[in-house]
């Protein structure tokens, strides 16, 4: 009974590097959500979807690219990273977008 | 303008003192309103879900309450273990499409 699972943990890049995070849940929800949170802000919506094969831009979607090619996993890339993507990133499931959202426990990114 | 504010930022309290924590929103077409806890290093855990004006919800130490313009997150005898970030959180459907907003969050101190 894992809920939402974030790899990987932690990870350092150099500024033009590219990278996937990967989100997965498991309990069969509809809605999926890419979430920054940076030091004195509130969490900021990156991407969602609210199914598979859909996405959609959120509050701050330039230089992400995501996709869901299968219900339970929803990925975000960073085609070319700079450092002002620096932060924690979330993952969140929620079974409609009425509902609570269940959080991943984050990826730190630090890019160089 | 589609917005969340939480204060106080920070709140220190002695273990027994009961206070109050403030969200204020502005979002159209409001789905619900969402208190989370965060831990260090953690996700968001979910707390409440208030849909309507003049809601509450109860667990424990802590009472949720809404109104048209704002929720307060009422801890009555906090103990140490209450210390966290609490987040408030919106859910509107408007003209431009789903939304989900965040507030920065109020730090809560509890000292034994």
């Known amino acids: 009974n894992a809920g939402v699972t974030q790899t990987p943990k932690f990870r350092v890049l150099k500024t033009g590097q590219s990278m996937t995070l990967l989100c997965a849940q498991d309990?069969?929800?509809?809605?999926m959500y890419w979430y920054r949170q940076d030091p004195g802000m509130g969490l900021r919506l990156i991407h969602y979807s609210v199914g598979e094969g859909t996405t959609a831009k959120g509050e701050v979607p330039d230089g992400y690219n995501v996709s869901r090619l299968k219900k339970q996993n929803f990925l975000l890339g960073l085609e070319s990273a700079a450092p002002s993507q620096t932060s924690v990133y979330f993952c969140?499931?929620?079974?409609?977008?009425?509902?609570?959202?269940?959080f991943g426990d984050g990826t730190r990114l630090s890019i160089l | 303008e589609d917005q969340v504010t939480q204060s106080p930022e920070a709140l220190r309290l002695q273990e027994g003192e009961s206070s109050s924590l403030n969200c204020s929103y502005t979002v159209s077409g409001l789905r619900g309103l969402f208190w989370y806890r965060q831990d260090p290093g953690k996700g968001p855990e979910f707390l409440f879900t208030l849909y309507s004006a003049g809601e509450e919800k109860e667990k424990e130490r802590l009472k949720a309450t809404l109104t048209k313009k704002e929720s307060f997150l009422h801890i009555t005898a906090p103990k140490p273990e209450d210390s966290a970030t609490y987040l408030c959180?919106?859910?509107?459907?408007?003209?431009?499409?789903?939304?989900?907003?965040f507030g920065a969050g109020t730090r809560l101190f509890v000292k034994a």
């Open positions: 969140a499931s929620s079974y409609w977008g009425d509902q609570p959202q269940h």
């Open positions: 959180a919106v859910h509107g459907l408007g003209g431009g499409g789903f939304k989900t907003i």
């Open positions: 309990m069969n929800h509809e809605y």
